[in-house]
């Protein structure tokens, strides 16, 4: 079913001049925000089990994902991305327009939201932003296909803090409070992947991490995965990464990456 998402109180942003873009600063003073249009958000349906034990979920961090939002010449923020702003990175912010990749963080969400693993309610998924923005993700939220409404969004998610279902109470994303690690349940073993980390097949990966059977996992698993443009992942930013992992011994983008280890996971545990 197709629902759409409320808008919550205004964001407290400066203001900018008319000719020229910039970044949202926060102030004192509260001002209507405009942003632009995205479609109603949708809900995913879920497979219900006949076996009303809980099952255990596989935890994944999607960290460095670039979400920063702009005030455009018209008065409405998007969100920050190299194809639109490229003048502006290299100008303004002085930055390279390259690392503004949100289409990674989108590309990667559609993996793992859609995947057979999710929908079996097998999955949670976070999003930790290079502006240290830690985001929680309802498993059931469906992920707007297209870019577009995809950035839009992301920056009302930004400025409202949280989106929920409308006319209900469930909360589909909502930012929440670092550090990250305090989200983990006891006991959780954490996995960080890289392309220089020890390499495993995704099959052979799921078998070493996980029980053939999803009933016998009783120790709850974290897998980190980079949602940047360049760089990687590595244990100086997450001193709880027992160990780094690659799936292929060559460069995968995130979403191939996500999408052959959830394949691996779903063979071990029968999931189709």
Not at 203 to 211: C, D, E, G, I, S
Request: glycine share 6%.
């Amino acid at each position: 079913r197709v629902i759409s998402f409320t808008m919550s109180t205004s964001s407290e942003v400066s203001s900018s001049s008319e000719d020229e873009q910039g970044r949202e600063e926060p102030s004192s003073k509260k001002q209507k925000l405009s942003v632009a249009s995205s479609a109603p958000l949708e809900v995913a349906p879920q497979v219900s089990s006949k076996n009303s034990k809980p099952k255990p979920k596989i935890i994944i961090l999607l960290d460095q994902a670039t979400l920063e939002t702009v005030k455009n010449r018209r008065g409405v923020y998007e969100l920050l991305n190299c194809d639109d702003h490229r003048e502006l990175c290299r100008k303004k912010l002085r930055k390279d327009p390259n690392d503004y990749r949100p289409d990674i963080l989108h590309q990667e969400l559609l993996a793992l939201l859609d995947s057979p693993l999710n929908k079996a309610g097998l999955l949670q998924v976070y999003i930790h932003t290079q502006k240290h923005v830690l985001i929680e993700l309802n498993p059931a939220t469906r992920i707007p296909r297209t870019y577009k409404r995809f950035a839009g969004l992301m920056v009302q998610l930004l400025h409202k803090m949280k989106i929920k279902a409308g006319g209900e109470s469930t909360t589909l994303l909502k930012v929440i409070k670092n550090p990250f690690s305090q989200h983990l349940p006891p006991g959780t073993r954490c996995y960080g992947f890289s392309s220089v980390g020890d390499l495993y097949s995704p099959v052979q990966l799921a078998k070493t991490l996980l029980p053939a059977n999803p009933d016998d996992c009783t120790t709850p698993m974290c897998l980190v995965f980079g949602a940047m443009a360049s760089g990687r992942i590595t244990v100086d930013q997450h001193p709880y990464i027992e160990q780094m992992l690659s799936i292929s011994e060559y460069p995968l983008s995130g979403a191939a990456a996500l999408s052959r280890i959830m394949a691996g996971i779903e063979h071990l545990w029968g999931v189709v």
